[in-house]
């Protein structure tokens, strides 16, 4: 898709992907663990790592989060979020399937965690290839996906 983009991170883009970290998966993060504002916001600011993340862009506005950890053997998707006024434009499947071609060029493979109450995102992530390995957390609440 035409206009989709990354840029780094810089520390004013803190509230914002506080901001975005709420709409995308406050609903789920309620469901497991309850919506706590100050906990989550304070989480926040101890991950916050703009060195790292990125900033995904459509026309060039603002419109999502993507970090993935560049680990010897594989490329770990750490994050991805998209703001809701951003749904069903293929802009997550775009740049996940970037980063699996990138992964097979380099001989790796992608993995990355879903909450299992995230029924949307682990559809998606199916559709793109990736298989269930295993369940982890607390009670299974994590579900550890690879793409080969």
Same mark, same amino acid.
């Given at each position: 898709?035409?206009?989709?983009? =990354?840029?780094? @991170?810089?520390?004013?883009?803190?509230?914002?992907?506080?901001?975005?970290?709420?709409?995308?998966?406050?609903?789920?993060?309620?469901?497991?663990?309850?919506? $706590?504002?100050?906990?989550?916001?304070?989480?926040?600011?101890?991950?916050?790592?703009?060195?790292?993340?990125?900033?995904?862009?459509?026309?060039?506005?603002?419109?999502?989060?993507?970090?993935?950890?560049?680990?010897?053997?594989?490329?770990?998707?750490?994050?991805?979020?998209?703001?809701?006024?951003?749904?069903?434009?293929?802009?997550?499947? !775009?740049?996940?399937?970037?980063?699996?071609?990138?992964?097979? @060029?380099?001989?790796?493979?992608? !993995?990355?965690?879903?909450?299992?109450? $995230?029924?949307?995102?682990?559809?998606?992530?199916?559709? =793109?290839?990736?298989?269930?390995?295993?369940?982890?957390?607390?009670?299974?609440?994590?579900?550890?996906?690879?793409? @080969?």
């Amino acid at each position: 898709m035409d206009g989709i983009g =990354l840029r780094s @991170a810089t520390p004013d883009d803190a509230d914002f992907c506080f901001e975005l970290h709420r709409l995308a998966m406050g609903e789920y993060v309620a469901a497991i663990w309850g919506w $706590n504002d100050a906990d989550q916001r304070e989480y926040q600011q101890r991950a916050f790592d703009p060195g790292h993340w990125q900033i995904i862009t459509v026309d060039g506005t603002d419109a999502g989060l993507f970090i993935v950890e560049d680990r010897p053997e594989e490329l770990y998707l750490g994050r991805i979020e998209l703001h809701p006024d951003h749904p069903g434009r293929s802009i997550g499947g !775009t740049l996940i399937r970037g980063l699996i071609d990138r992964a097979h @060029a380099q001989g790796r493979h992608v !993995t990355l965690d879903v909450l299992t109450v $995230n029924i949307r995102a682990y559809a998606l992530y199916r559709r =793109l290839g990736f298989q269930e390995k295993y369940r982890h957390g607390d009670g299974g609440i994590k579900i550890r996906m690879r793409c @080969a």
